[in-house]
């Protein structure tokens, strides 16, 4: 239960871990094409490690099944020899007391022999409800444990999924490919923060500036302090020319991530407010 437990909480943080690599690559070089091949040893790594952790958990999917298979059969070994040993010696016991109430005419033998086999049939039939208990104990977390190990072999091959569309988006050569396949990740996990503001940022290489900005207020109603998608929002601001709303959200992006300052100070989307002085003061470099 416990290792089960910790190679969950370690799927997670592999997969938060996952996607906040995505995140930092595709920030610190967004419009940069081929980016994801500078670092082809980090994606084996990751590739490597997932695979690692597939074998792990069938390995112990394997271990648990025998586990609880020799349990029961070793449940079920001692019960037997117990309720054997219960039923002799309780016999014995009967038959000296039989014995005993028969030479001092108390009742007869029939009797004797009648109550003894009354008492040793709910002996037995007490032992053994209470070891069918025990066994549908056994069978239910048995079950338990098997869901939860299908859970996480779905949930690895989902972040495989997922990563793979990650790298055929940084290889996309168009926007349109782009889109194509951010709409896949979504189709996979719906309402991604990630896939929609990389989705916006494509519509923007589109110059579809309207769709970039319903793009990054559907991420800002459920993140407002995603610092991308205020990135973005500013860009399709000052490509249609309110300068006020694009410099607000450009501040905002600043103070929740400094590293947009360098790249706000090279973007073309941002030509149009060259000569505003909020601008020029958000993009200058503060100084020492």
């Known amino acids: 239960m416990t290792r089960t437990l910790m190679l969950a909480f370690s799927l997670a943080l592999l997969g938060l871990s996952t996607v906040a690599w995505a995140t930092d690559s595709a920030a610190v070089q967004p419009q940069s094409q ?9 994606e084996r790594y990751v ?12 390995d112990l999917e394997r271990k648990l099944t025998v586990d609880i298979t020799d349990r ?9 020899n117990y309720a054997n040993v219960t039923v002799t010696y309780f016999f014995y016991i009967i038959a000296g007391v039989a014995s005993l109430v028969a030479f001092i005419g108390w009742q007869s033998l029939r009797e004797i022999k009648t109550n003894t086999a009354k008492l040793a049939a709910n002996q037995l039939q007490n032992i053994a409800e209470q070891y069918e208990e ?3 104990l056994l ?18 091959e989902i972040i495989n999924e997922v990563h793979t569309l990650w790298l055929h988006a940084q290889g996309a050569q168009t926007p349109e490919q782009k889109i194509d396949v951010y709409d896949e990740i979504l189709s996979i996990r719906p309402g991604d923060l990630e896939a929609l503001t990389y989705k916006a940022d494509a519509a923007m290489e589109m110059r579809e500036f309207n769709w970039a900005l319903s793009l990054c207020n559907r991420v800002l109603e459920v993140d407002t302090t995603n610092a991308h998608a ?10 249609l020319g309110r ?4 410099i607000s959200d450009l501040e905002r992006a600043i103070n ?3 590293s947009f300052r360098e790249v706000a100070a090279e973007e073309a989307d941002f030509a149009p407010l060259k000569e505003n002085p909020k601008y020029e003061a958000l993009v200058k470099a503060p100084e020492s």
Do not use: W
């Open 139 to 156: 069978e239910q977390d048995l079950k338990r444990k098997s869901r939860i190990i299908t859970e996480n072999n779905r949930e690895i």
């Open 72 to 80: 029961e059969l070793s449940v079920a070994d001692k019960s037997l």
């Open 243 to 246: 300068e006020d709303r694009a």
């Open 47 to 58: 590739l490597d490690e997932l695979k690692s952790l597939r074998h792990d958990q069938q």
């Open 34 to 42: 081929g980016g994801i091949f500078d670092k082809p040893l980090m």
């Open 256 to 258: 929740y991530s400094a």
């Open 134 to 136: 025990k066994f549908k």
């Open 230 to 239: 205020l990135y973005q929002r500013a860009c399709a601001f000052a490509c």
